[in-house]
């Protein structure tokens, strides 16, 4: 099994889940992780990244991190000094109309945001709304691409897109989709050599539905135009992910891979939760499993089985504990 890894966390993208799969792999294997100074979620995002971000990081004698996975915008030779030179780096995607839309109710206290009245007023005249040069401005153009390091604000080419999409390749050896989560965690665990139950997870930090809304054709084409680059950015590798399985994997092995992966988080629902699914905010018994709430979206979480003997309890306890409360235990235990 593969052990250093670089996870680029793109926002709202099913990252946090994937943010699980990783905090428990080192937690069991012992591994260590390349926190923020002082804890926290965010490697000093939205600046890019600096190793000197990283606590325990000294140029003098260079430690290396099993794992680097909180928030950071992505700048390579920055990263290349806190983990070892044979270390995989992967990311994941989202279609950026749906990540948008997430974006708008997730961060409605931006700048940007917080005047419009609805994603349909932002876009009808967004530099009415929009400054690049507010904090926090990124959240609302281009997302993915600020996270990558990139100029989100950057003029539309064929060239510059071409550019980005090659340094990407260059960088990361696997891109997941997260509207294909399921297929997504089967390459991962091919690529890393990991077993089933590694990667097996529960969604987590996920909305609930009544914060949803439809979005129409209009809509959906103005959000792709605002965000042309992010949208480039994720034709391209939801392309060369199919391709990735096709060449790998083949789609009738990918299909047996799913089902298994889909009746192990059906078995370990059953074993785990409460009425077998997430539960709203409000519903959630154990205030140490509360995630974070964040401007108008409603985030779900879960409620365990009583009676648990202890290590199933623990296992359990593990894939359901949210981000910001199992990275501060994994703080504590490695300082």
């Not at 530099?127 to 003029?155: C, I, Q, R, V, W």
């Not at 949208?231 to 392309?239: A, S």
């Not at 059953?270 to 959630?284: H, N």
Request: proline share 4%.
């Amino acid at each position: 099994p593969k052990t250093d890894i670089v996870f680029l966390k793109v926002h709202k993208s099913a990252s946090s889940t994937v943010m699980n799969i990783l905090f428990r792999f080192g937690e069991t294997h012992n591994l260590t992780f390349a926190f923020p100074i002082g804890g926290g979620n965010q490697l000093f995002y939205p600046h890019h990244f600096l190793a000197s971000f990283v606590k325990g990081f000294s140029p003098r004698r260079p430690q290396r991190f099993n794992i680097l996975c909180h928030h950071m915008r992505f700048l390579q030779s920055e990263v290349q000094k806190v983990v070892s030179s044979s270390a995989v780096y992967f990311s994941i995607l989202r279609n950026p109309v749906q990540l948008m839309e997430s974006s708008f109710m997730y961060y409605k206290g931006t700048s940007a945001f917080s005047r419009a009245r609805s994603l349909e007023e932002f876009l009808s005249h967004p530099y009415h709304f929009y400054n690049p040069a507010d904090p926090n401005s990124h959240y609302a153009k281009n997302l993915m691409t600020f996270d990558f390091g990139f100029n989100p604000d950057g003029e539309f080419s064929a060239k510059r897109v071409q550019l980005m999409l090659k340094a990407i390749e260059a960088s990361f050896d696997l891109l997941l989709i997260s509207e294909y989560f399921d297929e997504s965690m089967v390459l991962l665990k091919e690529m890393l050599c990991w077993d089933l139950d590694s990667i097996v997870s529960f969604p987590l930090n996920i909305r609930d539905s009544s914060t949803k809304f439809p979005l129409s054709d209009t809509i959906v084409e103005k959000i792709k135009d605002w965000n042309r680059l992010d949208w480039e950015i994720y034709i391209h590798f939801n392309r060369t992910f199919w391709e990735r399985i096709d060449r790998d994997i083949g789609r009738e092995r990918m299909q047996q891979e799913v089902k298994a992966l889909r009746k192990r988080r059906a078995e370990l629902a059953r074993t785990c939760l409460q009425g077998m699914g997430s539960v709203a905010p409000k519903d959630i018994k154990d205030s140490s499993l509360q995630p974070l709430q964040h401007g108008n979206a409603k985030i779900l979480g879960y409620n365990l089985k009583q009676g648990l003997d202890k290590e199933t309890e623990r296992m359990c306890r593990r894939l359901v504990t949210p981000e910001l409360q199992y990275s501060s235990a994994l703080y504590k235990k490695q300082f």
